[in-house]
């Protein structure tokens, strides 16, 4: 469940890393007659993730997830847990110029981003703004997203670390433990592949033409252990984007010099679930760390824990009873 930073796989487990509900939907007999509605084809063999709206934006459902998330930073609070809720923007907001012809984000779209920053921010919920952190990142000539992946870039993840360790230093002015035992950062190396998106859900023509790219990956440092043992007074929660493949959270542990535990899931569970288990985990009542980060994802921000046909089935309960099993693990 909940774990140190481990060793990088060769590769990452893709089926893992994608949407489950998409993987389902990529079935081997339908994969070609529904690649269309799942994977947008952008210009110059650009793919995008196909489940996010590029016109609507459900301000209602915002605004009652930001009410839970409130909720949840009051309760961990209590305990003395600083929560910092991280939002990772869309990737149809940084290369709007390689959708297909035709295809365009609506005004409330483009401000989607914005709209979920502005509520947290009314809420008195610590965040950062990665939309603004990536954009300068991009501006300054380097990829933020995989063509053909969904995922984000080593120097995207490395930049949002530096900028959530910054925000982090200024919420909790002294970390437990000694410093020197954050993570030593290894090698970066770069591997050549298909992306998640052209390995799962094109077919076999289509994916020759969108062709395998180069990822960028760092690897474990020599020397480094494998577990820390160490308690981490920084705990990281959410999907795919914070796996070790992608860096993210040995930047992080690096930049704050203290050990990070992590718990991730592919984001078909959802950022609710992914949080109800790491509370209700041993390890968060043995070890309850100074900072919980909560990562989410902006297209999937406004659905609730009730959001059926969205998460996973096993993922899905009512507002009520997500408050209440969040409440019961805290501890209130």
Known sequence: MTTAIRPLPRRPRLASALCGLLLALA??????????????????????????SLTQVDTRGIDAATQLVRETRDALAARGVQLEVLVLPDKTLFYQDKLPDGTTLSA????????????????????????????????????????????????AADATAEALAQRIRQDVKTLAGKPGTGMALGSVVNERRYGDLAELFLTPEQRKQAGRETFTVRRQADNQSLIDDAPA???????????????????????????????????????????????????????????????????????????????????????DAWRGRMKAAVGQ
């Open 108 to 155: 409330d779209v483009k401000k989607r981003y914005q709209t979920i920053q502005d509520k947290l921010k009314a809420a008195g919920i610590s965040t950062i703004d990665d939309e603004a952190v990536l954009r300068r990142l991009k501006d300054g000539g380097q990829d933020v997203f995989y063509r053909t992946d969904q995922h984000w870039t080593q120097a």
């Open 233 to 319: 007074p920084v705990h990281v929660t959410g999907h795919s984007m914070v796996q070790p493949y992608f860096g993210f959270p040995q930047k992080l542990s690096n930049l704050l010099d203290r050990p990070v535990s992590v718990n991730w899931k592919p984001g078909n569970v959802g950022h609710w679930i992914m949080l109800l288990e790491y509370l209700e985990s041993p390890a968060f009542k043995q070890n309850r760390p100074q900072v919980l980060v909560w990562q989410m994802f902006e297209p999937t921000y406004a659905q609730g824990p009730d959001a059926k046909g969205l998460w996973d089935n096993a993922s899905i309960m009512t507002a």
């Open 27 to 52: 079935a081997a007999g339908a994969q070609a007659q529904r690649a269309s509605s799942i994977v947008i084809q952008g210009k110059d063999n650009w793919l995008f993730p196909g489940w996010g």
